[in-house]
């Protein structure tokens, strides 16, 4: 079994189904990168037996490192020494140390990144309920689009697929951009199973699938039992 992480995907949506463990430590996401790769290798069936792992590959891009100026106030910033950015290097870093693990770099475009309005202050402005002139270096942010990561993941599975390395592939992500490479892997026979971490996916998805997966606490029945236990000590809260 082949396990693939696109980094971005596993970044955004650790804080919704990991809410008690800290998304800024890069040692706890790397030991939580780990752990929840290997836990595909479990069967759910008991009787069943243990898948053998091939590699975890993680993409991901490295941080920015340029220096520039904010938006409003003109500040210069220093994108290397910003939290982002030594978070990202220690995490590949502690990516690196793990057995079995392959750290795949893209890049950033920086070339096309720009300052832009954060979706919450755009929607206050069409609505009136601020002014351009209330704007503060804060209602912006610095956005440059990964590229090579797809293509790397793309590239891989083809491999790995058709060299026959592999005969079974996790996939931990949430877009459709995997389907091309999804679809040769399985003419290959290769079993592709995707883990969107309970994100929503959408339902044409399934035709290019084997199976779904996620290993982690569905966090809306996580916020459902949080609910419910807390009802239980407002009604047990009587004068």
Known sequence: MAIMIDGAFFLKRFP????????????????????????????????????????????DCPPLTK???????????NFEKSDE???RNALH??????RKVALRLGHLND???????????????????RKWEELADHDFVYTAKQTGV??????????????????????????????????????????????PMWNHIHPDLHTHIDGLRSMTRNPEMVANEAEAQKQVVDDLDIE
Do not use: C
Not at 67 to 77: C, D, G, N, S, V
Not at 93 to 98: A, D, E, M, S
Not at 113 to 127: E, F, G
């Open 85 to 87: 950015a030594i978070f």
């Open 16 to 59: 919704v189904v990991f809410p008690s463990k800290d998304a800024r430590d890069p040692e706890v996401v790397a030991e939580t990168v780990f752990r929840m790769a290997i836990s595909h290798l479990k069967p759910k069936n008991p009787n069943a037996k243990r898948s053998d792992l091939y590699r975890i590959f993680f993409y």
């Open 93 to 98: 870093l502690n990516l690196t140390k793990r």
């Open 150 to 195: 797809d293509m790397r993941i793309g590239v891989d599975i083809t491999q790995l697929s058709q060299k026959r390395l592999i005969d079974q592939v996790v996939l931990v992500a949430g877009d459709s951009d995997f389907v091309p490479a999804a679809k040769l892997a399985r003419r290959e026979g290769v079993d592709f199973i995707l883990d």
């Open 111 to 129: 070339k096309n990144a720009n300052w832009s309005l954060r979706p919450r202050v755009m929607q206050d402005l069409i609505k009136n309920r």
């Open 67 to 77: 220096r520039l100026h904010t938006p409003i106030e003109k500040k210069a910033i």
